[in-house]
């Protein structure tokens, strides 16, 4: 090799040698962790292919018997949890702790038979509650692998606030630019849960609350729950209605006061 | 993982020139190459492997946040100008060359680039270089010969017109 040519290569080397590269993080210890939380997730994903049947507050109110065989079966099994499983989320939800005794009895009591429960939720404040903890829209975004899906419309900015949902999904809270639900300052909740949950455990029925109709969202089939009463005190687990849908494996229920057509336009909005 | 991860780290560097950028592709690589790890064949030398994921990783972090290729230019220029020689004089000179290796660095080919900046700048070796550059050995040879070829000729075109 010509000198040259090996002079030009110290030089290359010394220019390397010169560089002085930031701290070099823990990327090993990072990806362990994440690698850590994956593995934890594992068991509670398969879990919820058994539901722990909640909602009793719905159920209790209105009860009703719904062949579903249109819906596909991610969101047969999460609209199961929706209805008749109750801990997602509602504006003004029940002011019980998750591991309370109220919550154990609603999880073990059929839908059909769930009146006591409404009894005995009588906490008489709408102030809004959701289990989950609050996160960044950053958060949300990780928690549902970057499929995060919105509203776009112009109607609702970003969401206001955003809790994690008990069902490895995200609830939105979005607070102004729709009629209000109740006296809760929210005006809409769009909860987000993925769908990779069992499709066989519904046996073709559920017990759900009144007035539940067949929609579809933007040719997705999906269901449209509407609220019988103005919201009260004793029956603050119902202050919307309710649509339920899917959409690219995510199931979907959107919260708000707004008529059927008004609640289809925002949910095909939503991307 | 831990005993890769600086060469790991600042070869993402180097290709993305930014320091969250390359943390994220590090991260990312490593989980991906735990995830691959029945891929890897069983007796292969391990690092060039794991670097070509890295860089695979870079690469798609520089994509995403559009940065133009050969950013490794920027953070070898920011990384070098905090050292320097003692006496002012073989300051200015060092610095002088400095400048004037990595502007005739910039003006290379981007293959030829890369070639440079793997094996003078991390000090990879050719199989290194090769998983990084996804080709075989015998290409990085000829590419780093006909790199340091240009490279002189640019530094003699910046001389002449200089």
Same mark, same amino acid.
């Given at each position: 090799m010509p000198d040259r040519e090996r002079e030009l290569e110290r030089e290359l080397r010394e220019l390397g040698a010169l560089i002085s590269y930031p701290p070099t993080p823990d990327a090993a210890r990072a990806a362990r962790n994440l690698l850590d939380e994956e593995e934890d997730? !594992?068991?509670r994903r398969f879990s919820l292919s058994f539901p722990t049947l909640r909602w009793a507050a719905v159920a209790a109110a209105f009860v009703l018997v719904v062949a579903v065989p249109a819906l596909s079966p991610t969101l047969r099994a999460t609209v199961s949890d929706w209805f008749v499983a109750g801990d997602t989320q509602m504006a003004g939800?029940?002011?019980?702790?998750?591991?309370s005794p109220e919550r154990e009895s609603e999880a073990n009591v059929p839908a059909s038979g769930a009146s006591k429960s409404s009894e005995a939720v009588t906490t008489p404040a709408l102030t809004p509650q959701f289990s989950g903890e609050r996160i960044t829209l950053q958060e949300a975004q990780a928690r549902m692998g970057g499929a995060l899906l919105l509203p776009r419309t112009p109607k609702l900015g970003k969401p206001d606030e955003i809790y994690t949902s008990p069902k490895d999904g995200v609830v939105?809270?979005?607070?102004?630019g729709l009629p209000p639900l109740g006296d809760t300052g929210i005006s809409l909740v769009l909860t987000e849960v993925p769908g990779d949950v069992e499709p066989a455990y519904l046996a073709g029925k559920i017990a759900v609350g009144s007035k539940l109709d067949s929609v579809m969202v933007d040719g997705h089939p999906g269901y449209w729950s509407l609220a019988e009463r103005?919201?009260?005190?004793?029956? !603050?687990?119902?202050l919307g209605n309710v649509l339920l849908w899917e959409q690219r494996g995510v199931a979907l229920r959107l919260e708000a006061n707004l008529p059927k057509e008004q609640a289809v336009r925002i949910a095909e909005s939503v991307r | 993982m831990r005993g890769y991860q600086e060469v790991?780290?600042?070869?993402?560097y180097l290709i993305t020139g930014d320091v969250s950028a390359a943390e994220d592709a590090t991260q990312e690589a490593f989980v991906k190459a735990y995830r691959t790890l029945g891929r890897f064949r069983s007796g292969a030398p391990f690092r060039p492997w794991l670097l070509a994921i890295v860089a695979n990783e870079a690469r798609?972090?520089?994509r995403v946040a559009a940065r133009r290729a050969g950013l490794f230019l920027r953070a070898a220029q920011e990384?070098?100008?905090?050292?320097?020689p003692s006496s002012p004089e073989a300051a200015v000179l060092a610095a002088e060359r400095r400048e004037e290796l990595l502007e005739a660095i910039g003006g290379l080919r &981007? &293959?030829?680039?890369w070639a440079i900046a793997c094996r003078y700048f991390l000090g990879l070796s050719e199989e290194e270089t090769a998983a990084i550059l996804g080709c075989a050995r015998g290409t990085v040879k000829s590419r780093l010969s006909r790199a340091l070829t240009s490279l002189r000729a640019e530094i003699a075109k910046e001389g002449d017109a200089g």
């Amino acid at each position: 090799m010509p000198d040259r040519e090996r002079e030009l290569e110290r030089e290359l080397r010394e220019l390397g040698a010169l560089i002085s590269y930031p701290p070099t993080p823990d990327a090993a210890r990072a990806a362990r962790n994440l690698l850590d939380e994956e593995e934890d997730e !594992r068991p509670r994903r398969f879990s919820l292919s058994f539901p722990t049947l909640r909602w009793a507050a719905v159920a209790a109110a209105f009860v009703l018997v719904v062949a579903v065989p249109a819906l596909s079966p991610t969101l047969r099994a999460t609209v199961s949890d929706w209805f008749v499983a109750g801990d997602t989320q509602m504006a003004g939800g029940p002011a019980v702790d998750a591991g309370s005794p109220e919550r154990e009895s609603e999880a073990n009591v059929p839908a059909s038979g769930a009146s006591k429960s409404s009894e005995a939720v009588t906490t008489p404040a709408l102030t809004p509650q959701f289990s989950g903890e609050r996160i960044t829209l950053q958060e949300a975004q990780a928690r549902m692998g970057g499929a995060l899906l919105l509203p776009r419309t112009p109607k609702l900015g970003k969401p206001d606030e955003i809790y994690t949902s008990p069902k490895d999904g995200v609830v939105l809270v979005y607070g102004a630019g729709l009629p209000p639900l109740g006296d809760t300052g929210i005006s809409l909740v769009l909860t987000e849960v993925p769908g990779d949950v069992e499709p066989a455990y519904l046996a073709g029925k559920i017990a759900v609350g009144s007035k539940l109709d067949s929609v579809m969202v933007d040719g997705h089939p999906g269901y449209w729950s509407l609220a019988e009463r103005p919201p009260s005190q004793m029956d !603050r687990h119902l202050l919307g209605n309710v649509l339920l849908w899917e959409q690219r494996g995510v199931a979907l229920r959107l919260e708000a006061n707004l008529p059927k057509e008004q609640a289809v336009r925002i949910a095909e909005s939503v991307r | 993982m831990r005993g890769y991860q600086e060469v790991a780290f600042r070869t993402a560097y180097l290709i993305t020139g930014d320091v969250s950028a390359a943390e994220d592709a590090t991260q990312e690589a490593f989980v991906k190459a735990y995830r691959t790890l029945g891929r890897f064949r069983s007796g292969a030398p391990f690092r060039p492997w794991l670097l070509a994921i890295v860089a695979n990783e870079a690469r798609n972090q520089r994509r995403v946040a559009a940065r133009r290729a050969g950013l490794f230019l920027r953070a070898a220029q920011e990384g070098t100008s905090e050292n320097s020689p003692s006496s002012p004089e073989a300051a200015v000179l060092a610095a002088e060359r400095r400048e004037e290796l990595l502007e005739a660095i910039g003006g290379l080919r &981007e &293959e030829a680039r890369w070639a440079i900046a793997c094996r003078y700048f991390l000090g990879l070796s050719e199989e290194e270089t090769a998983a990084i550059l996804g080709c075989a050995r015998g290409t990085v040879k000829s590419r780093l010969s006909r790199a340091l070829t240009s490279l002189r000729a640019e530094i003699a075109k910046e001389g002449d017109a200089g």
